[in-house]
Nanobody
Framework: VQLQASGGGLVQAGDSLKLSCAAS????????VGWFRQAPGKEREFVAT????????LYADSVKGRLTISRDNAKNTVYLLMSTLKPEDTAVYFC?????????????????WGQGTQVTVSS
């Protein structure tokens, strides 16, 4: 499965963005999907994950209450709504599909990765 992340951009602190992760090649409706981010000079960081049917979600503490992950399996797309953005949210955001229906924070549980979309938050 190929994943394409989009929706990034340059925004000001306090603004919102909605990222999309579209799958092609085959459906990922049976797979958990996660979002990760990597800032310059830092390691890849878990952001959020959603189970195959959207019934279970998990967030990093740093984004809890500000970011919301959701999915539309009919459109083969997972979303990340980002609100009240902060400069420390600046990073390249990647989506990834896990091999199972449920997944967690460990990037090693995810087999398929998109190329990332840049989010830059100015203060």
């Amino acid at each position: 499965v190929q994943l394409q992340a989009s929706g990034g951009g340059l925004v000001q602190a306090g603004d919102s963005l909605k990222l999309s992760c579209a799958a092609s090649g085959r459906t990922f409706s049976n797979n958990a999907v996660g979002w990760f981010r990597q800032a310059p000079g830092k390691e890849r960081e878990f952001v959020a994950t959603i189970s195959w049917n959207g019934g279970s979600t998990l967030y990093a503490d740093s984004v809890k209450g500000r970011l919301t992950i959701s999915r539309d399996n009919a459109k083969n797309t997972v979303y990340l709504l980002m609100s009240t953005l902060k400069p420390e949210d600046t990073a390249v955001y990647f989506c990834a599909a896990a091999r199972g229906a449920y997944s967690g924070r460990d990037y090693r549980q995810y087999d398929y990765w998109g190329q990332g979309t840049q989010v830059t938050v100015s203060s």
